[in-house]
């Protein structure tokens, strides 16, 4: 079955230190992978995505996110975090390659940054 | 920058009656979606639409849901009879017919079933 797991519900991080949340995936074939960030109250973000191509992909806020084919995992990083950063974090895949099909969601992970 | 907006933001309704949910995706966007997120898990897909017809559907969307394009700029979703499992958030996204393009979504409904 197609699924994302982010096996950490919550991430803990210091202002100003790197931050790593982890997103496998199980799909067939070549996915597309992206990452959303939810504020409180409000809808889904677009922070980046990886296609095809280098895979090291940056996107908004200076976030970037490592496609590793063979760990099959999609993790997201960023090497400062800002307090602002804290949200709740959703890795997602499009199984059948193109980014119109239907979205599989992990469960969120919640980054908290203390100042 | 282009928003998808939704209203209302918050939808309390009693059970077995019927509710619609109302989207504007972006304005150059063909590609439209429903996603559904019961509170405490995971963000699931319900359907997309495109060209005035249902593209995919997932499990969840049975016959008691519908979406529909009533004109040029607004996307419905319409919930027959709900049920209190029904309750949910609701998101709507859209995206461009370029292949590669992300989905963007609006803020959401919060669907309160009594």
């Known amino acids: 079955a197609q699924s994302v797991a982010q096996p950490e519900d919550q991430v803990n991080v210091a202002e100003g230190n790197p931050l790593t949340v982890k997103c496998t995936y199980s799909?067939?074939?070549?996915?597309?992978l992206f990452w959303y960030v939810q504020y409180p109250n409000r809808g889904l973000q677009f922070l980046l995505k990886y296609i095809t191509g280098d895979n090291l992909v940056k996107g908004s806020y200076g976030f970037e996110a490592e496609f590793n084919k063979s760990q099959t995992s999609f993790h997201l990083k960023k090497p400062s975090a800002l307090v602002s950063d804290s949200a709740l974090y959703f890795c997602a895949v499009s199984p059948y390659g193109g980014s119109q099909g239907n979205l599989i969601f992990g469960k969120g992970t919640k980054l908290s940054v203390k100042p | 920058e282009p928003e998808v907006t939704q209203t209302p933001s918050h939808q309390v309704t009693q059970m077995g009656q019927e509710v619609i949910l109302r989207c504007v995706p972006i304005?150059?966007?063909?590609?439209f979606y429903w996603y559904r997120q019961i509170l405490g898990q995971k963000v699931e897909f319900l359907v997309s639409?495109?060209?005035?017809?249902?593209?995919?559907k997932s499990e969840i969307f049975d016959d008691q849901f519908s979406v529909e394009r009533p004109d040029g700029s607004n996307f419905t979703l319409k919930i027959r009879s709900t049920k209190l499992e029904d309750s949910a958030m609701y998101f709507c996204?859209?995206?461009?017919?370029?292949?590669?393009?992300?989905?963007?979504f609006g803020d959401g409904t919060r669907l309160s079933i009594l």
């Open positions: 996204a859209s995206s461009d017919i370029r292949v590669n393009q992300p989905q963007h």
């Open positions: 639409f495109y060209n005035n017809e249902i593209s995919e």
């Open positions: 304005s150059n966007h063909l590609y």
């Open positions: 799909v067939s074939g070549n996915p597309y």
